[in-house]
């Protein structure tokens, strides 16, 4: 087995190397003056089974096409299975028609890894279970919540437990935050919000009693804080004793920080699922747990071909 890293995210590679105590393979991306991507693998890879760790996170369209670059130079290399480990699925919010005209775009960004040449994909809470199906090839989608649960169970004391109310932030998250919370036998709540534009959102109501509630909003993306921060406002305005939010990815764009940090929210946990810039980790609102023991384990067990789901009792 080989680990191998693109620029996304070093940071999380380097960890899951150690987990899995193998050294990162040696690689070699550059740029053209025209700023096309140049790879070079450093080491032969000829009957190999690749684990190629590239989460395509901003700049996305630049992390793509290395991962796809990257898939191709090791399917030239004679690489025996390339498993694309893309923590963080980009474009995975396009994941339907939305208005006549408009793309799919995480079906396209799901033939392009497979018509590359990656024979698998790793990932972590994809922002729809159906995206799994997009792909020809097997798709192995981790769970974020083991992590959080651990970390939940730390930060609350029994008694604050007992006080637990897991928010969805709308109505597409009910899912996967009454899956948490039956880990606590908790209640959950639920925020109307409505977008009346692309990058806006507003909440409309709260579904539940929140009054004197520890509420935990618990979501896949945080990318402007505008869902979150409105949220925490509500929620806070309807009687929530405090509110804190659990979330997988840390999109992060601006506005994201300011609005935390001037924010209803004690604390913001999220991911390594995508690697941050200083500006997020100076940030004392934001703090990350990492998946990397998770994806650690999870690549251990595909390549001795062992039961994933398994890693989720
Ligand atoms: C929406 O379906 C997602 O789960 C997130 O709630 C959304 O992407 C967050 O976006 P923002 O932070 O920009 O409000």
Same mark, same amino acid.
């Given at each position: 087995?080989?680990?191998?890293?693109g620029t996304a995210n070093?940071?999380?590679?380097?960890?899951?190397?150690?987990?899995?105590?193998?050294?990162?393979?040696?690689?070699?991306i550059?740029?053209?003056?025209?700023?096309?991507i140049?790879?070079?693998?450093?080491?032969?890879?000829?009957?190999?089974?690749?684990?190629?760790i590239q989460p395509t996170s901003a700049p996305a369209n630049d992390h793509l096409m290395e991962l796809l670059i990257l898939?191709?130079?090791?399917?030239?290399?004679?690489?025996?299975?390339?498993?694309?480990?893309v923590?963080y699925f980009g474009y995975?919010?396009?994941?339907?028609?939305?208005?006549?005209?408009?793309?799919?775009?995480?079906?396209?960004v799901?033939?392009?890894?497979?018509?590359?040449?990656?024979?698998?994909?790793?990932?972590?809470?994809?922002?729809?279970?159906?995206?799994?199906?997009?792909?020809?090839?097997?798709?192995?989608?981790?769970?974020?919540?083991?992590?959080?649960?651990?970390?939940?169970?730390?930060?609350?004391?029994? %008694? $604050?437990?007992? #006080?637990?109310?897991?928010? @969805?932030?709308?109505?597409?998250?009910?899912?996967?935050? /009454?899956? !948490? *919370?039956?880990?606590?036998?908790?209640?959950?709540?639920?925020?109307?919000?409505?977008?009346?534009?692309?990058?806006?959102?507003?909440?409309?109501?709260?579904?539940?009693?929140?009054?004197?509630?520890?509420?935990?909003?618990?979501?896949?993306?945080?990318?402007?804080?505008?869902?979150?921060?409105?949220?925490?406002?509500?929620?806070?305005?309807?009687?929530?004793?405090?509110?804190?939010?659990?979330?997988?990815?840390?999109?992060?764009?601006?506005?994201?920080?300011?609005?935390?940090?001037?924010?209803?929210?004690?604390?913001?946990?999220?991911?390594?699922?995508i690697m941050?810039?200083?500006?997020? %980790? $100076?940030?004392? #609102?934001?703090?990350?747990? @990492?998946?990397?023991?998770?994806?650690?384990?999870?690549? /251990?067990? !595909? *390549?001795?071909?062992?039961?994933?789901?398994?890693?989720?009792?």
């Amino acid at each position: 087995m080989k680990l191998i890293s693109g620029t996304a995210n070093n940071d999380l590679a380097k960890s899951i190397a150690d987990v899995l105590d193998i050294p990162l393979t040696s690689v070699e991306i550059e740029r053209f003056r025209d700023q096309e991507i140049f790879v070079r693998i450093n080491e032969n890879v000829r009957g190999e089974d690749i684990f190629l760790i590239q989460p395509t996170s901003a700049p996305a369209n630049d992390h793509l096409m290395e991962l796809l670059i990257l898939i191709d130079a090791l399917v030239r290399a004679s690489a025996q299975r390339i498993t694309a480990v893309v923590p963080y699925f980009g474009y995975a919010r396009q994941d339907r028609k939305t208005g006549g005209r408009t793309p799919i775009s995480a079906k396209l960004v799901a033939n392009l890894i497979s018509k590359a040449g990656a024979h698998r994909v790793l990932t972590v809470d994809l922002h729809a279970g159906q995206i799994q199906g997009f792909f020809d090839i097997p798709t192995d989608n981790l769970f974020g919540q083991p992590v959080f649960i651990t970390d939940i169970r730390e930060q609350f004391s029994k %008694k $604050d437990r007992s #006080k637990l109310l897991f928010v @969805s932030p709308d109505t597409g998250g009910v899912v996967r935050t /009454r899956a !948490i *919370a039956k880990q606590f036998d908790a209640d959950i709540a639920i925020v109307d919000k409505r977008r009346p534009k692309a990058g806006e959102s507003e909440v409309m109501n709260i579904i539940g009693d929140v009054a004197g509630r520890n509420c935990i909003l618990y979501d896949d993306i945080i990318d402007s804080g505008g869902t979150l921060c409105n949220a925490a406002k509500a929620l806070k305005d309807h009687g929530a004793n405090t509110v804190s939010a659990y979330i997988t990815h840390g999109v992060l764009s601006d506005p994201a920080v300011e609005r935390i940090t001037k924010s209803e929210l004690t604390e913001v946990v999220i991911t390594d699922t995508i690697m941050q810039p200083q500006k997020v %980790k $100076d940030c004392d #609102k934001i703090r990350e747990c @990492s998946t990397a023991k998770l994806l650690g384990e999870a690549i /251990r067990r !595909i *390549a001795n071909d062992e039961s994933v789901s398994k890693l989720f009792g």
